[in-house]
């Protein structure tokens, strides 16, 4: 009988790594698809001013903008 010892031997390069958490959404593609003002509080590490531009948005918007911010992992909203 097999077990899992017998299967195939898979180097360890062919493993893909993931992130904690693993991100389900490309960040490049989440960023780039934000509106500027969001952008730019990204690049600049400056959470005062996207919590400006999450203010200026409707309520709706800024949370799926925010809710794919999370799942790109480019927002960590236990603030680690």
């Known amino acids: 009988p ?3 010892f017998d299967a195939e ?3 360890p390069e062919a493993i893909e ?3 904690f958490p693993p ?6 593609e989440v960023l780039a698809s934000l509106p500027e ?10 959470v005062q001013a996207l919590h400006a531009a999450l203010a200026a948005l409707p309520p709706a918007e800024a ?9 790109s992992g480019l927002w960590d909203p236990n603030g680690a």
């Open 9 to 11: 031997k898979v180097p």
């Open 17 to 19: 790594t993931l992130g």
């Open 23 to 28: 991100a389900s959404l490309d960040p490049d």
């Open 37 to 46: 003002s969001m952008q730019v509080a990204f690049d600049a590490l400056d």
């Open 2 to 4: 097999s077990s899992a």
């Open 63 to 71: 949370s799926e903008y925010m809710r794919r911010c999370v799942a």
